[in-house]
């Protein structure tokens, strides 16, 4: 099985950047993707970002495209998700998932592991 834990997440000004992380630990396999989801009060749980481990390929969201990037690094089995031009609608709960295999879409059930999430709050 594969643990994965979110940090990062914190109160900031609109404009303003923050680098989320998330730790991968247990079992390992070869071909997998990992992704970055939100949740706001209200809403459902959302795709932000998609990135395929092996080749590095990404998918954004239109709404955070341009202003989100997502990377890994390999040694550390970590994913991040950078978050520049933040903006007061960003705020929510970001998830981290992952997927055993590296083509996948961006609906929650195609996610095999999950984080518990961290907070994340922009000020106007």
């Known amino acids: 099985q594969v643990q994965l834990v979110e940090s990062g997440g914190g109160l900031v000004q609109a404009g303003g950047s923050l680098r989320l992380s998330c730790a991968a630990s247990?079992?390992?396999?070869?071909?997998?993707?990992m992704a970055w989801f939100r949740q706001a009060p209200g809403k459902e749980r959302e795709f932000v970002a998609r990135i395929r481990w092996s080749g590095g390929s990404t998918s954004y969201a239109d709404s955070v495209k341009g202003r989100f990037t997502i990377s890994r690094d390999n040694a550390k089995n970590t994913v991040y998700l950078e978050m520049n031009s933040l903006k007061p609608e960003d705020t929510a709960i970001y998830y981290c998932?992952?997927?055993?295999?590296?083509?996948?879409?961006?609906?929650?059930?195609?996610?095999?592991?999950w984080g518990q999430g961290t907070q994340v709050t922009v000020s106007s």
């Open positions: 998932a992952c997927a055993a295999k590296p083509i996948v879409g961006r609906a929650p059930y195609e996610y095999d592991y």
């Open positions: 247990g079992r390992t396999f070869s071909n997998y993707a």
